[in-house]
């Protein structure tokens, strides 16, 4: 699957409607705690008791952005395990972790019933499907775009005039997301308004500041249906 859409029979004219671009990551689910659930589970499987272990996995993730290619062997080396159980650990307990704020589903819901267009579109694997059906999202978007599968990943101009595509939307609206680059600088790119998820790092400098800033998918919500 490189894309999908999905029809939705809408009330609202065409020319009420609003295109709002989504990322998954620490956007629509929250990876960083997904992954520091795994981690803590994965560590007691292994009965592994360094006192800094969990907080060493988590920095050489880098929030997603570390290649664990990279350090799985070197957490292999650390705490005197076999790389492949590490990996089959993952494989077999890292969709497990995903849990979903249920505000997020009723927000996109109030946006679908305001006549919204919506999109959802993720840098990364074909994996990012396992996370998009484990956690109930594909349902509430008129087209997911995985960036690996269509040959594109943001903040290159291609992945949103794609999604916008499958959206059947001009690239007219919003793209929310919680990396500055890729997210919003990349949308901005291309026209649409940015609205950053806020995250623990704070807003680059040598960026234009975005639209608005929220916390949650609520807030986003609330602000542009008010």
């Not at 807003?203 to 234009?208: Q, T």
Request: glycine share 8%; proline share 6%.
């Amino acid at each position: 699957v490189s894309s999908k859409t999905f029809p939705r029979v809408r009330d609202t004219a065409d020319a009420a409607m609003t295109l709002g671009l989504f990322d998954l990551d620490n956007t629509l689910i929250d990876r960083r705690a997904m992954f520091a659930r795994w981690a803590s589970g994965m560590l007691e499987r292994q009965q592994i008791d360094a006192p800094d272990a969990l907080e060493w996995l988590i920095d050489v993730d880098g929030n997603g952005y570390g290649d664990k290619n990279r350090w799985m062997p070197l957490a292999a080396e650390r705490f005197d395990v076999a790389e492949a159980a590490i990996a089959v650990d993952r494989e077999a307990h890292w969709v497990a972790s995903i849990e979903v704020d249920a505000s997020v589903g009723v927000a996109l819901t109030r946006l679908a019933d305001a006549g919204w267009v919506l999109g959802l579109v993720t840098n990364g694997p074909p994996g990012q499907w396992d996370k998009i059906h484990a956690a109930r999202l594909a349902g509430h978007f008129d087209a997911v775009v995985v960036s690996e599968l269509v040959g594109a990943r943001k903040p290159e101009p291609e992945i949103f005039q794609l999604a916008a595509e499958l959206c059947g939307h001009p690239l007219d609206g919003w793209m929310v997301g919680d990396h500055p680059h890729f997210d919003i600088e990349g949308g901005r790119r291309v026209g649409l308004n940015g609205a950053w998820m806020r995250g623990p790092d704070p807003w680059p400098d040598e960026l234009a500041p975005p639209t608005m800033t929220v916390e949650t998918i609520e807030e986003f919500v609330d602000a542009v249906l008010c």
